[in-house]
């Protein structure tokens, strides 16, 4: 299978924090760059960070600081840690892989809510 699946999403208060995991095929996790973007009601998707097969990361200016991404390549799983939860972090989050000789795949994504 390789449409990654995403977990961990949920409802949390303002200031809080949630860890976004997500979880792609072996065969083809080791060299792609994984990423998060997010989607809020009635606007467009945006990217919240991506990292490398060589752990170079890069965040969206509206998140830097407070969400770190990471991935674990021995369980091909990518995570992002947010903290400092804002109402504005509320949306759709999806996880993405995409290396060149497969192409970009989408997970079907999760639902972060932030309440203030």
């Known amino acids: 299978q390789v449409q990654p699946v995403e977990s961990g999403g949920g409802l949390v208060q303002a200031g809080g924090s949630l860890r976004l995991s997500c979880t792609a095929s072996?065969?083809?996790?080791?060299?792609?760059?994984m990423g998060w973007y997010r989607q809020a009601p009635g606007k467009q998707r945006e990217l919240v960070a991506t990292i490398t097969s060589g752990d170079s990361t890069n965040y969206a200016a509206s998140v830097k600081g407070r969400f770190t991404i990471s991935r674990n390549n021995a369980k091909s799983t990518v995570y992002l840690q947010m903290n400092s939860l804002k109402p504005e972090d509320t949306g759709v989050y999806y996880c993405t892989v995409d290396r060149s000789d497969f192409g970009k795949y989408w997970g079907q994504g999760t639902q972060v809510t932030v309440s203030s």
């Open positions: 072996v065969s083809i996790f080791s060299f792609a760059t």
